[in-house]
Each structure stands twice: as structure tokens, then as C-alpha cells.
């Protein structure tokens, strides 16, 4: 028996949108970091450490994202 989507309610599309993210979501290897990536994320992490005053305020990234 398929589902009729149009047929359920908002709230229920809603929740069933959230159990498909989850389910995607919930699945570690489709997320897995190469080992480039993970070695970029410490490095990353390291330089923040040391100066916690370097890199960009969230507004900042957006506006340089949106060209505001």
C-alpha cells in the first residue's frame, strides 16, 4: 500500500520528513571524513585554539556569502 502524501496532513508530512532526515542522517558512512578532511578539521581546530580571536564572526561569513 503506497502512501498518499497530499493526502496527509501538514503536521504529518512534517513528521515523516523528519523520520527520512533521520534515517539518512543516522547513517554514519555516508558521512564519513576522508582522512584530508579530518586532518584540515584539526588543524583547523588547533589554529582557533591558539587564538581564539582569528577567523570570522558568523554575520561576517554570511554577509560575505549573501554580498551583503
Same mark, same amino acid.
Given at each position: 500500500m503506497a502512501i498518499q502524501i497530499q493526502e496527509l496532513s501538514n503536521a504529518e508530512r512534517i513528521l515523516l520528513a523528519e523520520?527520512?532526515?533521520?534515517?539518512?542522517a543516522n547513517d554514519d558512512?555516508?558521512?564519513?571524513? /576522508?582522512?584530508?578532511?579530518k586532518e584540515l578539521l584539526n588543524? #583547523?581546530?588547533a589554529k582557533y585554539i591558539e587564538d581564539k580571536e582569528?577567523?570570522?564572526s558568523w554575520?561576517?561569513?554570511k554577509? #560575505?556569502? /549573501?554580498?551583503e
Open positions: 523520520e527520512l532526515w533521520d534515517s539518512v558512512h555516508l558521512f564519513a571524513l /576522508t582522512d584530508e578532511q588543524l #583547523r581546530l582569528s577567523g570570522s554575520s561576517e561569513v554577509n #560575505r556569502i /549573501t554580498g
